[in-house]
């Protein structure tokens, strides 16, 4: 769950407080190893593959940066806007892009509001992000994108989920749930259910094409494209 973006909240109808993830910046990596080991890296990157030649791409709260890092250092083409709302995420992510750093254009930004200036992208990447959202949240965030990407866009998710059967009830429901609360008082998040960001994602004009589960459905990652 990484940090939602910040500027503009009150143009925000009934949105809850910013979350503050300055505070995990320094430890965030290690934080998620601790937790899931690789599991949560192996699935920002599993499609890096399909978006070499992307050329203009929108990251929206990536955190700590490991997502763009690797997006930069298999793309040598890329141009990148960075979204988040946590100056010391955006510090850490400028940090490990090392020499790539110029590709980068930082935005310390609500993406619940936040507009892109006459860009069209290729790419969308939300890694662990749409989690911080409501449902009400991701519908209007994914309405407002559709309209800054080109035809056949891609837009890469990796969030965590609740499968079916036992291990969904009894395991899976039950750690998202803790996950919540830690995140609520590390950082103050307030959202406490996983959002329905297929719906939201379909409903404006996009369709899933790959979707691949780890740690029996636990974590996803999916692969989604603009309609033409």
């Not at 899931?36 to 929206?60: D, H, M, Y």
Request: glycine share 8%; charged share 20%; aromatic share 10%.
């Amino acid at each position: 769950m990484n940090a939602i973006a910040n500027s503009d909240s009150a143009a925000i109808n009934g949105a809850d407080a910013i979350p503050n993830f300055d505070r995990l910046a320094k430890d965030y990596r290690w934080m998620e190893v601790f937790t899931f080991g690789p599991v949560l890296a192996r699935c920002r990157t599993i499609f890096l593959p399909e978006v070499a030649t992307a050329c203009r791409a929108l990251v929206l709260g990536d955190g700590d940066g490991r997502f763009t890092a690797e997006l930069l250092r298999v793309n040598s083409q890329v141009r990148i806007d960075a979204v988040d709302a946590s100056p010391a995420m955006l510090d850490a992510l400028l940090r490990r892009a090392g020499a790539n750093r110029g590709r980068i254009t930082l935005h310390c930004a609500d993406a619940r509001g936040w507009q892109p200036e006459n860009e069209q992208y290729d790419l969308v990447a939300t890694h662990f992000f749409l989690d911080c959202l409501t449902t009400e949240e991701c519908y209007g965030l994914a309405a407002r994108l559709r309209g800054a990407v080109f035809p056949s866009a891609v837009w890469i998710v990796s969030e965590f989920a609740v499968p079916e059967g036992w291990f969904g009830q009894l395991v899976a429901r039950p750690l998202i749930w803790l996950l919540y609360r830690a995140f609520g008082v590390l950082t103050g998040l307030r959202i406490r259910s996983l959002p329905a960001h297929q719906a939201a994602l379909r409903e404006a004009g996009f369709a899933l094409t790959r979707r691949h589960k780890r740690l029996r459905g636990l974590v996803v990652s999916e692969m989604w494209r603009s309609k033409t």
